[in-house]
C-alpha cells in the first residue's frame, strides 16, 4: 500500500505545475482572464484583469483592478484601480490608483499605492508612498515610505529608512515595545503609541499554539481522515444521482485540465465578484448571504469533484481500468482527497495545488455553462 501511495504522490508533484502549464487567456466585457505557468501580461488590459499561475509579470497597464494569485507576482505597469494579490513573493514596482491588499511571504512595494494598504508577510519592504492609510502585520518590516494617513504596524522588528514618515498616528504593536524606537522625523512622538501585543484587540485566538499541541497527533489524523471519508460519500452520492453526468465531468476534465482550470478560476472569480456588486447596492445587499452561501458550496463541490478526478487519473496512470461500482469510484475520490491532503502540508505548494483542485473540478462542472453563454453570444 506504501508504494502505490508514493507513486501517486510523486505524480501529483510532477503533474500539478503542469496543469495549468499553457498559457490560456480570454477577454469579457474589458475583463482580462489569464492563467498558466509563467504568465507575462504585455497588452494594456481595459478593465480588471484576473491572473493566476506559478510566475506573473504584468507589464501592460491595467484600466481596473488587478486580482492576482501564484507563487510570484511583479508589477512593472500601473493599476488605475484595486491590486489584490496572493503569493509567495510579491513585487509592487509600479503605481496603484486604489486600495492594495496582499499576503505573501515576501512583500515589496516600492511604487506609490493611492488609497489604503493592507498587507500580511513575513518580511516586507514599504518605499513607495501611500495616500491613505496603512494595516500591516509582518515579523520584519522595513519602511521608507511616507504614509499620508494612520498606520497600524504588527511587527517582529521594524526599521526605518530616511523617506520614512506617518502623517497620521502611528500605532506598533509588538512582543517586546521596549526594543522598538521611533525616530521622530517618522512621527512626532504624540502621534505614536508602542503597545504589547497581547493588548491588541483584534489578537483573540480560539486555542493557543501549545494547547493545540497538547490534542496531539491523534486528533489531527481523525479530522484529516474524517474530510477523507466525507469526500468520498459525498462522490458516492454523486455517482449514484447523476452518474452520466459525473462521467462526463471527469471525462472533460481529463482530457483538457489546464482549460478546466481556468474556466473554474473564471467561475470563481465571477461569484466573488458578484458578492462585491450585490452588497454595493441597497436591493442586492439581501442577497449577499445567498451569493456566498453559494460560493461555498460550489467550492466544495469542486474540491469533491476534483479530489474525483485526480483519483481517477491517478488509477490510471497506474496503468488501471476505471472501475464500474459506486463504492469503487468513491474510493478514488477518498484517494485523491487523501493524496491532496498530504500535498496540501508541502508550503506554498500545497496551497497552489488546492486551489488547482477546487478550480479543476469547478471548471469541469461549468464547462457546459460557458459553451451555452458562447453559442448565445455568437447567435447574437
Same mark, same amino acid.
Given at each position: 500500500?506504501?508504494?502505490?501511495?508514493?507513486?501517486?504522490?510523486?505524480?501529483?508533484?510532477?503533474?500539478?505545475?503542469?496543469?495549468?502549464?499553457?498559457?490560456?487567456?480570454?477577454?469579457?466585457?474589458?475583463?482580462?482572464?489569464?492563467?498558466?505557468?509563467?504568465?507575462?501580461?504585455?497588452?494594456?488590459?481595459?478593465?480588471?484583469?484576473?491572473?493566476?499561475?506559478?510566475?506573473?509579470?504584468?507589464?501592460?497597464?491595467?484600466?481596473?483592478?488587478?486580482?492576482?494569485?501564484?507563487?510570484?507576482?511583479?508589477?512593472?505597469?500601473?493599476?488605475?484601480?484595486?491590486?489584490?494579490?496572493?503569493?509567495?513573493?510579491?513585487?509592487?514596482?509600479?503605481?496603484?490608483?486604489?486600495?492594495?491588499?496582499?499576503?505573501?511571504?515576501?512583500?515589496?512595494?516600492?511604487?506609490?499605492?493611492?488609497?489604503?494598504?493592507?498587507?500580511?508577510?513575513?518580511?516586507?519592504?514599504?518605499?513607495?508612498?501611500?495616500?491613505?492609510?496603512?494595516?500591516?502585520?509582518?515579523?520584519?518590516?522595513?519602511?521608507?515610505?511616507?504614509?499620508?494617513?494612520?498606520?497600524?504596524?504588527?511587527?517582529?522588528?521594524?526599521?526605518?529608512?530616511?523617506?520614512?514618515?506617518?502623517?497620521?498616528?502611528?500605532?506598533?504593536?509588538?512582543?517586546?515595545?521596549?526594543?522598538?524606537?521611533?525616530?521622530?522625523?517618522?512621527?512626532?512622538?504624540?502621534?505614536?503609541?508602542?503597545?504589547?501585543?497581547?493588548?491588541?484587540?483584534?489578537?483573540?485566538?480560539?486555542?493557543?499554539?501549545?494547547?493545540?499541541?497538547?490534542?496531539?497527533?491523534?486528533?489531527?489524523?481523525?479530522?484529516?481522515?474524517?474530510?477523507?471519508?466525507?469526500?468520498?460519500?459525498?462522490?458516492?452520492?454523486?455517482?449514484?444521482?447523476?452518474?452520466?453526468?459525473?462521467?462526463?465531468?471527469?471525462?472533460? @476534465?481529463? %482530457?483538457?485540465?489546464?482549460?478546466? +482550470?481556468? *474556466? $473554474?478560476? &473564471? =467561475?470563481? !472569480?465571477?461569484?466573488? /465578484?458578484?458578492? #462585491?456588486?450585490?452588497?454595493?447596492?441597497?436591493?442586492?445587499?439581501?442577497?449577499?448571504?445567498? @451569493?456566498? %452561501?453559494?460560493?461555498?458550496?460550489? +467550492?466544495? *463541490? $469542486?474540491? &469533491? =469533484?476534483? !479530489?474525483?478526478?485526480? /483519483?481517477?487519473? #491517478?488509477?490510471?496512470?497506474?496503468?488501471?481500468?476505471?472501475?464500474?461500482?459506486?463504492?469503487?469510484?468513491?474510493?478514488?475520490?477518498?484517494?485523491?482527497?487523501?493524496?491532496?491532503?498530504?500535498?496540501?502540508?508541502?508550503?506554498?505548494?500545497?496551497? #497552489?495545488?488546492?486551489?488547482?483542485?477546487?478550480?479543476?473540478?469547478?471548471?469541469?462542472?461549468?464547462?457546459?455553462?460557458?459553451?451555452?453563454?458562447?453559442?448565445?453570444?455568437?447567435?447574437?
Amino acid at each position: 500500500m506504501l508504494k502505490p501511495l508514493l507513486v501517486s504522490s510523486l505524480a501529483l508533484l510532477i503533474a500539478a505545475p503542469a496543469l495549468a502549464q499553457d498559457n490560456q487567456s480570454f477577454s469579457l466585457g474589458g475583463d482580462t482572464y489569464t492563467a498558466g505557468r509563467v504568465v507575462s501580461q504585455t497588452a494594456p488590459v481595459a478593465a480588471d484583469l484576473f491572473a493566476a499561475g506559478e510566475r506573473i509579470t504584468i507589464t501592460g497597464p491595467v484600466g481596473g483592478s488587478l486580482h492576482s494569485a501564484g507563487r510570484s507576482l511583479r508589477l512593472d505597469a500601473p493599476v488605475e484601480g484595486a491590486a489584490y494579490g496572493m503569493g509567495y513573493v510579491i513585487d509592487l514596482a509600479a503605481p496603484v490608483g486604489g486600495s492594495a491588499s496582499l499576503t505573501a511571504a515576501e512583500i515589496t512595494v516600492s511604487g506609490r499605492i493611492g488609497g489604503n494598504l493592507r498587507a500580511m508577510a513575513s518580511e516586507m519592504v514599504l518605499s513607495g508612498d501611500i495616500g491613505g492609510a496603512v494595516l500591516i502585520a509582518a515579523a520584519d518590516l522595513q519602511l521608507d515610505g511616507a504614509i499620508a494617513g494612520d498606520a497600524v504596524l504588527t511587527v517582529d522588528s521594524v526599521s526605518f529608512g530616511s523617506g520614512a514618515r506617518v502623517d497620521g498616528t502611528l500605532t506598533l504593536y509588538a512582543d517586546d515595545p521596549d526594543e522598538i524606537t521611533v525616530p521622530s522625523s517618522v512621527a512626532s512622538p504624540d502621534r505614536v503609541s508602542i503597545r504589547d501585543i497581547e493588548d491588541h484587540p483584534d489578537i483573540e485566538a480560539p486555542m493557543d499554539m501549545r494547547e493545540m499541541a497538547g490534542e496531539g497527533f491523534g486528533a489531527m489524523l481523525r479530522s484529516f481522515l474524517i474530510g477523507v471519508v466525507i469526500v468520498a460519500l459525498a462522490a458516492a452520492l454523486a455517482v449514484v444521482v447523476a452518474p452520466d453526468r459525473v462521467a462526463a465531468v471527469r471525462m472533460r @476534465a481529463l %482530457a483538457a485540465p489546464g482549460r478546466s +482550470i481556468l *474556466a $473554474g478560476f &473564471v =467561475a470563481m !472569480s465571477a461569484l466573488i /465578484g458578484a458578492v #462585491l456588486v450585490l452588497a454595493m447596492t441597497l436591493v442586492g445587499l439581501l442577497l449577499v448571504p445567498v @451569493a456566498i %452561501a453559494l460560493t461555498v458550496v460550489l +467550492i466544495a *463541490a $469542486g474540491y &469533491v =469533484a476534483g !479530489s474525483y478526478v485526480l /483519483g481517477v487519473g #491517478l488509477w490510471q496512470l497506474a496503468g488501471r481500468e476505471i472501475p464500474d461500482g459506486v463504492a469503487e469510484k468513491a474510493g478514488l475520490a477518498a484517494l485523491g482527497a487523501l493524496i491532496a491532503g498530504l500535498v496540501a502540508l508541502i508550503p506554498v505548494l500545497g496551497w #497552489l495545488s488546492w486551489f488547482a483542485l477546487v478550480f479543476l473540478g469547478l471548471g469541469a462542472m461549468m464547462a457546459p455553462l460557458f459553451a451555452r453563454l458562447s453559442r448565445l453570444g455568437a447567435a447574437r
